[in-house]
């Protein structure tokens, strides 16, 4: 008998939606990799090379025939992002970030570009910095990179008066956090 069928395409994604293959005469059967009833799946069927997908078909004499057709399944690209903490202070300078392969496009609160400012997210929280890369046979992939802005501390100075003269004591002063610096600006030196 002939036999045909039709529903296979010439190359797909790994994380394409299953394929429904249509077999003719119908009620033969469909073999090779990734082949579950009349259904191909990507997914199960590996990356790399053209998978082979057979349909047998054998008529009430006994008589049986084959076609096989090939699919190409790509994997999908490997991405990666460069150039990004995973924490910042609210007021820290906006950072250059790269994403790889070139060509795909970031997203996320504070990027514009390439770029992540820390300054455009509210502070205390955390954010998904998500960069997406379609190759040239449009597969498709994401990674995502969660960054942390902090708040700042509230910091306050104790001991010090709002003015004084020249010939008064020393006077020791306090802030409310450890491990500052002190720096004093005015006139009168």
């Known amino acids: ?10 190359s ?5 939606s299953d394929i429904v293959l249509t077999g003719f ?29 057979t ?9 049986s025939n084959s076609i096989t057709k090939y699919i190409l399944v790509h994997a999908l690209p490997v991405v990666g992002i460069t150039g990004l903490n995973a924490i910042y202070c609210p007021n820290a300078p ?28 509210s502070p205390g929280g955390t954010y998904p910095v998500t960069y997406t890369y379609s190759d040239i046979y449009g597969c498709s992939n994401s990674i995502t990179t969660i960054v942390t802005i902090t708040a700042l501390q509230a910091v306050s100075i104790t001991g010090l008066s709002s003015l004084y003269c020249t010939t008064d004591a020393m ?12 720096s004093f600006s005015g006139n009168g030196f």
């Not at 006077?171 to 002190?182: C, D, L, P, W, Y």
């Open 12 to 16: 797909v994604c790994i994380n394409a």
């Open 94 to 121: 906006a950072a250059n970030i790269s994403g790889f392969p070139t060509g795909g496009l970031f997203s996320g609160p504070g990027i514009t570009g390439n770029v992540f400012d820390p300054s455009l997210v």
């Open 55 to 63: 349909y047998t078909y054998t008529d009430n004499y006994g008589c």
């Open 1 to 10: 008998p002939a036999v045909d069928f039709t529903g296979l395409p010439v």
């Open 171 to 182: 006077v020791t002063v306090t802030a409310s956090e450890q491990g500052g610096v002190f």
């Open 25 to 53: 005469p119908a009620g033969g059967i469909f073999a090779g990799p990734g082949i579950s009833g009349d259904v191909f799946s990507p997914a199960n069927a590996g990356s790399g090379g053209s998978i082979p997908v």
